[in-house]
Each structure stands twice: as structure tokens, then as C-alpha cells.
């Protein structure tokens, strides 16, 4: 049993006391006691690495604040560096990989990775969620097949994955191959995530926003839906809750909708109220406040953050969260002004509706 189920229920469109709330990268660069642990680990990869260390960040931001779930410590580019692509972090530079897959061969070479290289992050998840005393829910992730695309072909972040897009538009087939082999290791994955004891899981589709309708079909959209459908029930015996995030995706808000998952994640751009209205009786939803908006100050924060549950409504099916992740400068008080006013205001909301 969950002592503070809210999380899961808002998924499932109940009834909760209150607005939950979790943040994206919420264990992270802002908090002074993640940076304690993250020079003792010496480097991003061997905190993410480290079952230890990753629950002991991931437990962090729940001692500071009462979120309403916790969120699995590691990276969406665990699967290609698994695969054998190399993955490193320089400092101030993001993720790269020593290897591409840019081209025929390399693309055609690639397979689902043989899941024992993936050991660590399932056994950072059982233990996790034996440290967690069921006091709320555990979510899973992955990246979307086609946002880990886009770092395998281009070997980095990028402003715009050029290579990528333009491989969408000449190279169709080879796109398509890529993205299928990781439609099946994240089925996997997840599927592991899963027996290892997480409540939920999300698929984090960062890049999908950057092509073209039909593109996003075909190479983001399809892909999560394939996912979603082949994903094993949770530990109650259910369908085990779901969410998919296309940061950029406001635009196909009703497919995205009906791709199978529980709830679909919104970024700062789309009108909260608008989209209640349209899929709201169908899905969950989750977001959606700037996370600039934490950069400014307490009341400013609190303000904003009513803003958005009032947007929402009194209607089951809405989770808290930032438009995308936490910004390494944001002030921890900030977080707590946060957390604070929206359970506050969802709590008053619900008292008048």
C-alpha cells in the first residue's frame, strides 16, 4: 500500500484531497546536498551508476519538500550507452557520445541491448522503493525513440538536430529502422522498471516538437504508441499508469491524447484550461508552469502556481509540474514556496467548487 497515493489517482482521473505535485529533474543541480553527493561520485555517470548514490539523490528533494512522488534518479541516454555508444558528460557541456549512429552501418548494426548492462538502474529502483516505505509512488522513464535518436545520430544535444531532420526527410527508412530497434529496448526497459517495483512510468519526448506533423506521426508519436501497448501491468495486477511528455507538442494535444497513455504532459506554451476542456474527460494532465517562473521570487511563484491549478479546475485528472525540468539556478525556498501554494490552492479550490 502507498500511505500518499494522489499521484496514481489523479492518473487514473480520481478523486484527490489535493493537486499532487512533482517536478521534472527535481533531485538535481539546484539543491546544495545533490551537489555534495555529486562531487563524491567524482562524476555525472558514476552517480547514475551508483544504485546507492542514485537513491540517495533521488530521495533527496522528498526530505526537503512533501512532493507527492518521486522520480527515478538516472538519464534518458542509459539505453544507447548500452548499446555501445559511449556515453559521457564533460562538464558544462551536456551528454556525448564516443560513437554515432549517423549512417547505414552503424544504424543497421545496432540491437536491443542486452539488459544486464542495464543492472544498476533496476537495482537503484528496488532499492528506492524499499527506501521509500510506501510513503508515495515511484516513477520510471525513458526517453522516447525518436528523442534518443536524436542524440544517437548526432553524438550530442543540439539547438536543432539537423542531421537528424534532414535524415527524416531523405533517409526515411533509416530513421524508421533506428527508432523501431529503440521502440523495443524501451518496451524493455520499462518492462524491467516495472517488475523492479515502479508505480508509473513516463516517456520523455523532448525533441518530438521539432518536426513536421506528419514526421511526428510516424517517427515520435507511433513509436510511444507501440510502447504504451506493450507495457506490463504494475504490481496490483492494473495497467501500470503512464505518461508521455512532447515538449513542443502542444499542436497534436488530441492525438497525443488518445496514443493509450494515462496522462500527457504539457509544456508552458499551451493554455491549461483549453486543453482541460478538449481532452480532459479522456486523460490525465500534467504541467504546466515555465520553470523561469522559479527563478523570480516567493510570491511571485505562489501567485503563478495558483494560477495554474485554477486553470485546471476542480476536475479529477490533473498532476503538477513544471513545463520542463527545474533550471540548475533556481533558489530551494523557491520549490518550497511552490509545493506550498499549490497544494494550498487545490485544497481551497476544491473546498468552494
Keep these: 500500500m502507498i500511505e500518499n497515493d494522489a499521484f496514481l489517482r489523479a492518473l487514473r482521473r480520481e478523486p484527490t484531497p489535493h493537486t499532487p505535485v512533482w517536478l521534472m529533474r527535481q533531485a538535481g543541480r539546484y539543491?546544495?546536498?545533490?551537489?555534495?553527493?555529486?562531487?563524491?561520485?567524482?562524476?555525472?555517470?558514476?552517480?547514475?551508476?551508483?544504485?546507492?548514490?542514485?537513491?540517495?539523490?533521488?530521495?533527496?528533494?522528498?526530505?526537503?519538500?512533501?512532493?507527492?512522488?518521486?522520480?527515478?534518479?538516472?538519464?534518458?541516454?542509459?539505453?544507447?550507452?548500452?548499446?555501445g555508444l559511449g556515453l559521457s558528460f564533460a562538464e558544462g557541456e551536456g551528454p556525448r557520445f564516443a560513437r554515432t549512429a549517423s549512417d547505414e552501418a552503424a544504424i543497421r548494426a545496432l540491437a536491443v541491448p542486452d539488459l544486464a548492462k542495464l543492472d544498476y538502474v533496476f537495482a537503484a529502483v528496488a532499492q528506492i522503493k524499499r527506501e521509500l516505505h510506501g510513503r508515495v509512488p515511484l516513477i520510471g522513464f525513458s526517453g522516447s525513440p525518436f528523442t534518443l535518436a536524436c542524440y544517437m545520430i548526432e553524438g550530442r544535444s543540439s539547438v536543432d538536430f539537423a542531421t537528424v531532420r534532414k535524415m527524416a526527410y531523405a533517409r526515411p527508412e533509416l530513421l524508421a529502422?533506428?527508432?523501431?530497434?529503440?521502440?523495443?529496448?524501451?518496451?524493455?526497459?520499462?518492462?524491467?522498471?516495472?517488475?523492479?517495483?515502479?508505480?508509473?512510468?513516463?516517456?520523455?519526448?523532448?525533441?518530438?516538437?521539432?518536426?513536421?506533423?506528419?514526421?511526428?506521426?510516424?517517427?515520435?508519436?507511433?513509436?510511444?504508441?507501440?510502447?504504451?501497448?506493450?507495457?506490463?501491468?504494475?504490481?496490483?495486477?492494473?495497467?501500470?499508469?503512464?505518461?508521455?511528455?512532447?515538449?513542443?507538442?502542444?499542436?497534436?494535444?488530441?492525438?497525443?491524447?488518445?496514443?493509450?497513455?494515462?496522462?500527457?504532459?504539457?509544456?508552458?506554451?499551451?493554455?491549461?484550461?483549453?486543453?482541460?476542456?478538449?481532452?480532459?474527460?479522456?486523460?490525465?494532465?500534467?504541467?504546466?508552469?515555465?520553470?523561469?517562473?522559479?527563478?523570480?521570487?516567493?510570491?511571485?511563484?505562489?501567485?503563478?502556481?495558483?494560477?495554474?491549478?485554477?486553470?485546471?479546475?476542480?476536475a479529477p485528472g490533473h498532476i503538477f509540474n513544471l513545463g520542463h525540468g527545474i533550471v540548475p539556478g533556481t533558489p530551494p525556498d523557491h520549490v518550497a514556496a511552490l509545493v506550498e501554494a499549490v497544494h494550498g490552492a487545490s485544497r481551497e479550490h476544491r473546498a468552494v467548487a
Design 31 to 83: 539543491l546544495p546536498e545533490y551537489n555534495v553527493t555529486r562531487r563524491k561520485a567524482g562524476s555525472f555517470m558514476a552517480l547514475a551508476t551508483n544504485p546507492d548514490l542514485a537513491t540517495e539523490v533521488t530521495l533527496q528533494p522528498l526530505a526537503r519538500y512533501p512532493l507527492d512522488a518521486a522520480i527515478l534518479f538516472s538519464d534518458i541516454l542509459t539505453i544507447p550507452d548500452a548499446m
Design 177 to 314: 529502422q533506428l527508432t523501431a530497434v529503440n521502440t523495443h529496448a524501451v518496451v524493455a526497459y520499462l518492462n524491467e522498471q516495472i517488475a523492479h517495483g515502479v508505480d508509473a512510468v513516463m516517456i520523455f519526448d523532448t525533441w518530438g516538437g521539432l518536426l513536421p506533423a506528419e514526421a511526428y506521426r510516424h517517427f515520435s508519436l507511433a513509436p510511444m504508441r507501440e510502447i504504451i501497448a506493450q507495457l506490463a501491468p504494475g504490481a496490483d495486477g492494473r495497467p501500470i499508469p503512464s505518461i508521455v511528455f512532447t515538449k513542443g507538442g502542444g499542436a497534436w494535444l488530441d492525438e497525443i491524447a488518445a496514443c493509450g497513455a494515462s496522462g500527457v504532459g504539457l509544456d508552458w506554451t499551451v493554455d491549461l484550461a483549453t486543453a482541460r476542456a478538449a481532452v480532459g474527460s479522456r486523460v490525465a494532465l500534467q504541467g504546466n508552469l515555465d520553470p523561469l517562473a522559479l527563478l523570480t521570487d516567493p510570491a511571485t511563484v505562489a501567485r503563478m502556481a495558483a494560477a495554474v491549478v485554477r486553470a485546471a479546475g476542480p
